[in-house]
């Protein structure tokens, strides 16, 4: 019998945080790059604390605050306008 996910003291797969959470492994990866999720490297493998994981992603409250959950978004740049071509070009009339 297999437990829920948030429901034990297991140590996790990147491929389990993923589905976890419902995020790509390119996004577990970047956050264990910052250092901003919990987890152990066990040899070569990365290995993710159940109950860590669980506290980690629970927002957390400072004397009656209130909560709203804040998902980083990779902000994109804006595409540069395209050049017609043309140039204005100031003219010298003495």
């Known amino acids: 019998m297999t437990l829920p996910y948030g429901a034990g ?25 910052r250092r901003s999720i919990p987890y152990r490297k066990v040899g070569q493998a990365l290995r993710f604390p159940e ?21 980083p978004v990779r902000q994109v740049p804006a595409r540069p306008r395209p050049r017609t071509g043309r140039t204005l070009r100031a003219t010298y009339n003495p």
């Open 9 to 33: 003291t297991r140590m996790l797969t990147l491929e389990q945080v993923c589905e976890w959470f419902q995020l790509p492994g390119k996004t577990v990866r970047g956050m264990v790059d």
């Open 51 to 71: 109950a860590e994981l669980e506290e980690w992603s629970r927002p957390k409250a400072k004397d009656g605050d209130v909560i709203a959950l804040h998902i």
